[in-house]
């Protein structure tokens, strides 16, 4: 009930290329959908969230687009650069009084950007 | 605004020992969360505090605890230490209510522990 299964492992784009990340998720309390870009050595990033009042949020290059109905949500990187070479989570947690903020992750995705 | 700051960055210890990790949030955060990554089982929750009471609990054994201070500066604390205890551990603070921007988390660097 609580599991965010994330999709694909890993990714390989072109420089320039839009990179795609997918999410599912089953427990419909989940009212906050964060993704996270890590890099090695260095804590998760917050990159960009969204709530189910709204169906895409974009900011600069990274959109999040989600779905309700399929409880799915994913992530678009657009002109993806070889700087946006990490490793990308999603995320989830519910607003629930007593839920503590706690953020179910999906498994991560690698994200490798050729030049 | 400075981020979260966790120290120490890096830690050894020996099996059957105990450590205390430390975690600094943002200022003006009043949630602290503690999370374990590993390369098998990922970035699991272990426990969030809110004002000096932890509001939630991982699926972790009791050798995990934890406590926040009224400055909102938080510890883990890992007793008899195991080899699959070696992890990175990541503080993640928040305003820690909810709508918003109360519940988004920002991540510190991590504290590396390798138990041998």
């Known amino acids: 009930q609580q599991q965010v299964k994330q999709s694909p492992q890993s990714l390989i784009v072109q420089k320039g290329g839009i990179s795609i990340i997918n999410c599912a998720y089953e427990n419909t309390a989940f009212d906050y959908f964060p993704w996270y870009q890590q890099f090695p050595g260095k804590g998760p990033a917050l990159l960009i969230a969204i709530r189910p009042d709204v169906s895409e949020k974009k900011e600069g290059r990274f959109t999040i687009s989600f779905n309700k109905s399929a409880k799915q949500f994913s992530l678009h990187i657009m002109d993806s650069q070889p700087g946006d070479s990490a490793t990308y989570f999603c995320?989830?947690?519910?607003?629930?009084?007593?839920?503590?903020?706690?953020?179910?992750f999906g498994g991560g995705t690698r994200l490798m950007v050729k030049p | 605004k400075a981020g979260v700051t966790q120290t120490p960055r890096y830690l050894i210890k020996t099996r059957g020992q105990q450590v205390t990790l430390s975690c600094s949030p943002i200022?003006?955060?009043?949630?602290v969360s503690w999370y374990q990554q590993t390369p098998g089982q990922g970035l699991q929750f272990l426990f969030e505090?809110?004002?000096?009471?932890?509001?939630n609990k991982g699926n972790f054994p009791g050798r995990f605890s934890g406590r926040q201070f009224s400055n909102s500066r938080s510890e883990m604390n890992v007793s008899t230490l195991e080899l699959g205890d070696s992890a990175l551990y990541l503080c993640?603070?928040?305003?820690?209510?909810?709508?918003?921007?109360?519940?988004?988390?920002?991540f510190g660097p991590g504290t590396r522990l390798t138990v041998t």
């Open positions: 993640a603070s928040s305003r820690g209510t909810s709508g918003g921007d109360g519940d988004e988390q920002y």
């Open positions: 200022s003006g955060h009043r949630s």
């Open positions: 505090y809110f004002s000096e009471t932890q509001r």
């Open positions: 995320a989830a947690s519910s607003g629930f009084i007593g839920a503590g903020n706690m953020l179910t």
